[in-house]
């Protein structure tokens, strides 16, 4: 039964489609539960010294050195349209690879390495918030929450933000 | 041992080495031509070399060879194991030379005729059907005939065994020294059939010589991946990171341990980061070496009289920038010299000489290498490029009336556009520019156009340096730090209210006076917009003055740190937007720091806007097209409008206490770095009882300095002065629109002869003092210059004619005027100066008055475009010492000659 339904959702979630399940790093923003696929994940990090960057958008919180790497810090809240962090709650960032270049992405907090079948994906809700359907693949539908999926690549493409 | 022999021993043995496996490949795919013209082009390659060293023997094997390779590959000869091995036998030869070449620095005794022979009978397609058809059985007719060849057989040759023989060290007192080769001849061609030995005896060569062994020359250099060094490159510039680290640490702990071995780890580090640039550095000499014979092939051709000037050959650039240039540069001498340059008889029309010039110049500036290749043609054609690009579609008429000349000329740049333009044969200009262009983007670099109708183009390269190491210096603004390379900076101020130096404002605008010179400043803060942190900001101001192209300025920072040696990362991609970093990096305390990046500074700050497409290009640029413009000072003094003064006149603005104004012989005067300044007001009903401070425009001249009070400071702004009314008043040149407003144009002559009677007359003009008064032909299109400069002259004792456009001066000149010197300005309507001079120069009858160039730009450029005119001299508008001066030598230089 649940063999014949598997190439529907197949078709349907085209990008999270490499099988039964799928390993994402969880992590929460102003409480929502978001997720990265955990094979773009590098490191997960504590607050770090970071370089502010002036005259850069404002979704770019600076940059840091990690291991003699010099990373983009990204506030994922700014990203997402959500109101900044404020100074004194606490913040972690997982650092993801893009094209060979290190970005670090600023979340309230990481949570753990959840594996996820396929079949609790869910394509975004046509009346999601544009800028969170523009940045994510999709939804998982866990016991209790909602998780969305983050795609990296789109997250950090700035150009498509300003033209919009 | 002779370099250039050297490097053609290591570069032919590589050569033949390469042939050998090629020759093979080609026996088994005869039809591959790409194969056989790589052989053909590396046989070829041996040839040519040879010749140009002079070294006959060899030239003599290698042209035989070629030529049979020449056959093989017209389709005239047909590829037969035979033929391949003479010519294998023949490179053979090759290599018996080339080792005693490198023993003894010369071509050993030798005659190759035999094998000569053999190749031409190979040519000529003899052998070749014959050992080809029948290879069983050794050619014996062919070997009689060439008696020293030593015949052997050896029809069942294990090839296993043989590449032992061939690879065991060869040189042993061989009783038969042509084993070896002959063995080593069936390894490579791999067809262990009959085969003539190769006459190593014969040819003259040593058999030990003739022995395949490694070139020891070859030996002493190897060639490396330029990935491989590009990987070195990086360690070491993570090493150099890493030493900072241990460097910061170590000075914040006093009599560690680790000190000594830090120290040496330091020097070491600093060597090995030395070496591996070194490696991958090649002087640009080396890209330009082709070009000079090329250029003098194409002045033959084209029947042009061509000069190839190559300036900074020695300015070293990354060997892998260099090969990726090599071509395009090639590529737009060619260009320049093709259809850049005029003919001959053209250029003798048009008042040039007839040689025509191509020049070369490259040099590092601010972290870049430019490149500049220019020539003194006809430019290019606007005309027909705007004509192009609309029959191309690429722009619309409408969009092509508004585009600058900058912009048109880009076209020569676009894909498809050259070609087009050459069948219509507009300019010819723009061959494959577009490819050049993508080639010089791809290192990251750019390339900007200047062209001249008439004069000449001048194409930029600029490459930036991605990966280097540089110095720099750490200042922080805004509790921010930042990098500056110090290469761009030329020194630092400290400004402070307890210091010599202080910035002044003008309507907000930060200046700071540094060696009676106004500075323009750039705030740090307010270009990146940073925030200010309370209780950071005392009394005390850096100032990094910095130096772009010729446009110098001061960057504004709270504190200067050290130095340090950074290693330039690239920012990353969402951030290359941000013109004011070069990029980033990590220093000695683990932080990452961004570098600034003065060009993107230079063009983001105040006037300096530039073109939208070629961002922080060389100001400039900017300078030499706002020709028309000039910086004009605002102030207001007396009621009424604001008033204006060209701001080159006034050498400093200062803040007089009017209670420490005193009078002497009834002048206000005031004490003034030790001397005693006059002061004059503009007010005529300016009263110097007042209180307080009063602004005042000091105008200087050698040791003499006057100041003109005023009311206050408005603003300095880039305008183009249109002298509309004509003044009724004295001190005024008349009224303008600046800034949106009706000014008064101050009359700043009027003013200076109040202070001084003698202000113009006593610098400069004593040579000529007890002669008759001379006459001055002033050709200048502004009513404004020509206002200022006429009583500026007749002050310094000439009688001055002026005239409004080179064609009335024509007309003096026609109707039996004549003046003892003429001052013609550069940019005129209709006829422009260097017209006029051309004009004049041409048989008028004041081809022997001196002439004298006025302009707003005097770079060493259009010093070079005036003389080369005509013009005895070249002055920069607005510098009345340098105009004064000139004309006295001018004067007495053409007293002296006549």
Known sequence: ?164 | MDDLLSEFLTETAENLSVLDVELVRLEQNPNNPELLSNIFRLVHTIKGTCGFLGLPRLEAVAHASENVLGKFRDGTLHITPGAVSVILRSLDTIKGILAVLEATEAEPPGDDSALIALLHEVEEGKEVSASASAPLPPKAPKAAAKAPLVMRPQPDLDIDFEPVRAAKPEPEPEPEPVKAAATKREVVVAEPVAHEAPPERDSGVDPRESAPKESAVAAQTIRVNVDLLENLMTMVSELVLTRNQLLQILRSQKDSEFAAPLQRLNHVTSELQEGVMKTRMQPIGNAWAKLPRLVRDLAHELGKKIDLQMLGADTELDRQVLELIKDPLTHMVRNSADHGLEIGADRLKSGKPETGRVTLNAYHEGGHIIIEISDDGRGLDLEGIKRKAISNGLATESEITAMTDQQIQQFIMKPGFSTAAKITSVSGRGVGMDVVKTNIEKIGGTIEIKSTKGRGSTFIIKIPLTLAIVSALIVECAGERFAIPQISVVELVRAAADSEHTIERLKGTPVLRLRNRLLPLVSLQTLLKLETVEGGSDDETFIVVTQVGTYTFGIMVDRVFDTEEIVVKPVAPILRHIEMFSGNTILGDGSVIMILDPNGIASGSGNISLGESRGSEATAVQTARQDEKMALLLFMAGGGAPKAVPLSLVARLEDVDMSSIELSNGHPVVQYRGKLMPLVPIDPCFSQSGEGRQPVLVFADGDRSMGLIVDEILDIVEEKLLVQLAAERPGYMGSAIIAGKATDVLDAGFYLTQAYKDWFGSSGTEAFEEDKVHRVLLVDDSPFFRNLLTPLLSVAGYSVTTVPSAIDALGLCEAGESFDVIVSDIEMPGMTGLEFAAAVRNGSRWQDTPLVALSSHASPRDLDRGRAAGFDDYVAKFDRDALLYTLSQTLSAHKGAA
């Open chain 1, 1 to 164: 039964m649940s063999n014949a339904k598997l190439p529907v959702k197949k078709g349907k979630s085209e990008e999270a489609s490499s099988g039964g399940s799928m390993d994402f790093v969880t992590m929460t923003i102003a409480n929502q539960l978001f997720g990265i696929p955990v094979l773009q994940v590098q490191d997960v990090l504590g607050h770090q010294r970071i370089t502010r960057i002036p005259l850069a958008p404002p979704e770019v919180a600076g940059s840091l050195n990690l291991r003699g790497r010099i990373v983009t810090a990204i506030d994922v809240r700014l990203r997402l349209g959500l109101p900044g962090r404020q100074k004194d709650k606490p913040e972690m960032s997982i650092v993801v690879d893009l094209r060979g270049e290190l970005y670090s992405l600023i979340v309230d907090s990481v949570g753990e390495v959840l594996s996820l079948s396929t079949d609790d994906f869910e394509r975004n809700p046509a009346t999601l918030d544009a800028r969170w359907r523009e940045v994510s693949t999709g939804i998982y539908r866990l016991n209790n929450q909602l998780m969305v999926v983050l795609d990296v690549s789109r997250l950090l493409n700035f150009a498509n933000l300003e033209a919009a």
